[in-house]
């Protein structure tokens, strides 16, 4: 079963609103990822993140990897429509283990 | 297109029928995943290969499932005797030497009658 605990399940939110997710773990990881997928499609890897307080943006989103090693959260900035799907959390250690997943919905 | 493709996109399948499925990575990643993942859940491990070693294989994998990279390059995950438990995407990813960002490819929905 998945060892990661991901949340809010779900978000709705309005065009151009900020929004936040994170992941918590009991486990240590070396490293923390965040994917994307769309309906059908295989995740798309958004944004790798390596040491322990590290905080890396790619566009719009911003990732950090907690001081504990044991959580990180993913923000995305003033959402657009194409942002809705669902947004995986991953942790790495010998092998990769995902949350559940954080369904957004982007009303225009 | 350079990025990792599996083939079939989509296999319906009876109980008890065997299928394959294929999984080409990426040219230069030399490490291969397969992940299994159903509604509303994230993908959950099942085996992952190192050039042609197999390495690892995650205790969902039953003796139903074999899973082979002959040569390095592509890979084919077989199930045998369908169960309809086994309806799920199957997911293939590949990774570079020594970088953990595994890249996936579009996935195979299998769907079990």
């Known amino acids: 079963g998945q060892q990661l605990n991901q949340s809010p399940q779900s978000m709705f939110i309005q065009e151009g609103e900020d929004v936040s997710m994170n992941c918590t773990s009991s486990?240590?990881?070396?490293?923390w990822l965040w994917y994307k997928q769309d309906p059908g499609e295989g995740p798309v890897l958004l944004i790798a993140?390596?040491?322990?307080?590290e905080l890396t943006s790619n566009g719009r989103l911003t990732a950090q990897f907690g001081i504990t090693r044991k959580d990180s959260f993913l923000n995305i900035s003033a959402s657009i429509p194409s942002d809705v799907g669902i947004y995986f959390c991953a942790g790495e250690n010998n092998d990769m283990r995902f949350g559940a997943g954080t369904r957004l919905t982007v009303k225009p | 297109d350079t990025g990792v493709s599996q083939d079939p996109r989509h296999k319906i399948t009876k109980r008890g029928q065997n299928v394959t499925f294929r999984c080409d990575p990426i040219?230069?990643?030399?490490?291969l995943y397969w992940y299994r993942q159903t509604l509303g859940q994230g993908p959950e491990f099942l085996t992952y290969f190192q050039n042609e070693a197999q390495l690892e294989k995650s205790r969902l994998l039953s003796d139903r499932f074999s899973a082979e990279r002959p040569k390095g390059s592509f890979s084919t995950l077989e199930i045998q005797r369908t169960e309809q438990g086994d309806s799920a995407m199957y997911l293939c990813?590949?990774?570079?030497?020594?970088?953990?960002?595994?890249?996936f490819g579009p996935g195979t929905r299998l769907t079990v009658l």
């Open positions: 993140l390596y040491k322990a307080g």
């Open positions: 990813a590949s990774s570079a030497r020594g970088v953990n960002e595994q890249f």
């Open positions: 486990s240590i990881f070396n490293t």
């Open positions: 040219s230069e990643h030399n490490r």
